[in-house]
């Protein structure tokens, strides 16, 4: 199996990471629900899990990391925190259903700003000439079908300048780009831990500038005398029992993530992305959208002129190839990229992905699209 579907959930994991959620299930439960070894040991995992996270993303404070079900689960607390049926909200042409469905379901009024795929100056020139309208801005870092690089950091400063509350969604970035979560000043930042950070389903997080509304409401094994939820973060926004297992093979992921350093992954799925680029450029039969890695991760869509994506992706993994075809739970970049209504094939890597892995799956596709 050569799997490269790492942009919906990496395969597989570093050693560490299931390592650590075997270790945690035979000897945690729950933090704050004892004092006991079990319980203790439970707590001190989730705070170095917080330490890691902070240190990370440079966020000041343990406490604005808040543990989630996924990065969906972080960004519906972010935006009902910030928006109602009363808000403007500005958002990229490349967001997620996670995003543009909670948007939906408020009912606020919402514009898109920048359609063009790879193309910086025309995002950051519609987000310029739109600030002025919006009460909130909600922007993808990466485009999760094709690997556009967003101009974040010149976005948070127009969302400063003009005082608009800022949601990031790093589910495509986090731990594969410098995140300075301070630097930025957004109002929250929304991940998953089975992505770049290497950790399992069911784990995600969301980085808090202040306080939010929470989304469940139940037992914290704090202030329990209390009927509303705690003030305090991350308190106020974990109800319930967390995914103990799941967390400690996110504290494992994002060590990992540590020790290489994000630079060093950025730069190992870019040169795959190069490679791949090379092996598949003069194919006749294939359309790549790419500007050559120049704003793009190691994220690669394409369409075949023969076959529809779908298909494609089935055939692929007949052979063993695993990617993912269709709309990518992303309508509105596949309208701002034209490439509606049957989508893309996505190729995604991750810092376990080889050369010869790339090369083998480039070699079934040429096999399967000139059969």
Known sequence: MIYLDNAATTLPKFLSVTAAVSRAMMSMTSPGRGVYAPAMRASDVLLDCRIAAAELFHVPESEQVVFTFNATHALNIAIRSLADKNSRVLISGFEHNAVTRPLHAIGCEVRFAGRRLFDAADTLSQFREQIGWATLVVCTQVSNVFGYILPIKEIAELCRDNRVPLILDCSQS???????????????????????????????????????????????????????????????????????????????????????????????????????LDRLNGEPRLELFSDGGRSQSGVLSL????????????????????????????????????????????????????EEQVDSACETLIQIVNY
Do not use: W
Not at 225 to 251: C, F, K, S, W
Not at 313 to 318: F, K, N, Q, T
Not at 323 to 337: D, I, K, N
């Open 174 to 276: 986090a731990g594969v780009l410098e995140l300075d979560f301070a630097a930025l000043g957004a109002a929250f930042a929304a991940m998953p831990g089975h992505k770049g950070l290497i950790g399992p389903q069911g784990t995600g997080l969301l980085l808090c500038k202040d306080s939010a509304i929470p989304l469940l409401y139940g037992g914290t094994g704090s202030d329990s005398l209390v009927q509303g939820m705690p003030a305090y973060l991350p308190d106020r926004l974990e109800a319930g029992t967390h995914n103990v297992p799941g967390i400690a093979g996110l504290l494992a992921g994002i060590r990992e993530i540590r020790e290489r350093g994000t630079e060093s992954v950025f730069q190992h799925e870019r040169q795959l992305l190069s490679f791949m």
């Open 303 to 354: 369409r075949c002129r023969n076959l529809d994506s779908e298909t494609l992706a089935a055939r692929l993994g007949e052979q063993g190839v695993c990617v993912r075809g269709g709309l990518h739970c992303a309508p509105c970049a596949h309208e701002s990229a034209g490439t509606l209504p049957d989508g893309t094939v996505r190729f995604s890597f991750s810092p376990l992905t080889t």
